[in-house]
């Protein structure tokens, strides 16, 4: 399978998102949004957030549960502080806006949140915290998800896949990052096996009876049906940690329901007590702090960025000569995706194709 893995340019794909957007009716402006977000998600090496989960979108649009003309209501609002209703627009649109309120408080103020209610998925969570610190600020976000993750000594999914999301500029040639899921992994990673036809490994899913689960294909079905469940950070039980896996998500959907008067756990299905689909009532919040309220900004990049090195710099494990920090990665892949181009395939190369026909979108057939 992986010798049929094509290496699409960049700038195909992202023009190709881009079409897909406004041909389902995004705006130019909101569709440039979606776009660059999901194309951060590809550039960084996070393959299950990018061009991969364009046909979810499409397939959300398409099924009347996700709405293309985004309404970013403001429902209350302080100084410090606003609470929105997305309405069941563009998750990315409502993200980056709410991200872009708090960071406009946090600079007259010195901090910014915003919660937010009635949203959809929003795409990979460090895009809004690297929004931050792309201007000076530390950056935190997080968002509640459909249920996927059992509760430390349960089967059944209760709560999203909860990623926490934090960022803060340094004086090394990229940010601090740090993006993750709370179960020990997430959803877009399975979508990723299921299209190279490959298992997930034992000790990241469990089915109804507790049991390992581990093809790809089945878990995506019984997702949905909440016969299958991710384990939380740490795994199963409490032996290595999981009850503080099962914490962190918990933390999150408070943060996301709690402060919005949002859905959380089972309301964030998709589907109505009649068994009808419905949008998902996404719930996120957004922090922003400016840290020249509190410290000259060159002090603390450089305190951060110190921190990066020391840790670098620590003894290594054998076997091992490099440490690496949150994001180091992520902004060493984007060299290598800009040169080699976006992996595409055979299963991800249908489903552009079908966008493609379906929507009468001309120019990429030499692509897929």
Not at 49 to 78: C, M, N, S
Not at 208 to 218: F, S
Request: charged share 25%; proline share 6%; net charge negative.
């Amino acid at each position: 399978m992986a010798d049929d893995v094509a290496y699409i340019p960049v700038e195909v794909i992202e023009n190709f998102m881009m079409d897909v957007f406004q041909a389902l009716g995004v705006p130019p402006d909101e569709a440039r949004i979606c776009t660059n977000v999901l194309i951060a998600s590809d550039l960084r090496g996070i393959e299950s957030h990018g061009v991969g989960r364009l046909k979810y979108y499409y397939d959300r649009i398409k099924a009347g549960v996700q709405h293309t003309q985004t309404q970013f209501e403001i429902v209350k609002e302080t100084e410090t502080t606003a609470l929105v209703d997305g309405h069941h627009g563009m998750g990315q649109v409502i993200a980056y806006r709410a991200m872009r309120l708090a960071m406009d408080k946090a600079r007259r103020y010195g901090l910014g949140a915003v919660a937010v209610r009635n949203s959809t998925h929003f795409g990979i969570a460090g895009y809004y915290p690297l929004m931050a610190a792309a201007e000076g600020m530390m950056g935190f976000t997080v968002t509640n998800a459909r249920p996927a993750i059992a509760p430390t000594f349960g089967t059944e999914p209760m709560l999203g896949t909860n990623p926490i999301a934090f960022a803060a500029p340094s004086d090394m040639p990229f940010p601090f990052c740090f993006d993750g899921a709370t179960p020990i992994t997430q959803r877009g990673k399975i979508e990723v096996l299921a299209r190279a036809e490959k298992p997930v490994p034992e000790g990241w899913l469990i089915d109804a009876e507790g049991k390992p689960a581990t093809d790809p294909h089945k878990i995506l079905k019984d997702l949905d049906k909440g016969l299958a469940a991710f384990l939380p950070l740490g795994g199963q039980g409490e032996m290595y940690g999981g009850h503080k896996g099962y914490g962190l998500a918990t933390m999150v959907e408070i943060l996301c329901a709690s402060l919005s008067e949002g859905a959380f756990l089972r309301d964030l299905m998709g589907y109505a007590p009649d068994g009808t689909r419905r949008p998902y009532m996404v719930g996120h919040f957004f922090l922003a702090i400016d840290i020249e309220h509190f410290i000259p900004l060159e002090v603390s990049r450089r305190i951060t960025g110190q921190i990066m090195r020391d840790l670098q710099n620590s003894r290594k494990e054998p076997g091992h000569d490099r440490i690496y920090v949150a994001g180091e990665k992520e902004w060493e892949m984007e060299k290598v995706v800009r040169e080699r181009g976006i992996p595409v395939n055979p299963n991800l190369r249908r489903e552009l194709e079908i966008m493609r026909d379906e929507l009468q979108i001309a120019g990429y057939e030499q692509y897929f």
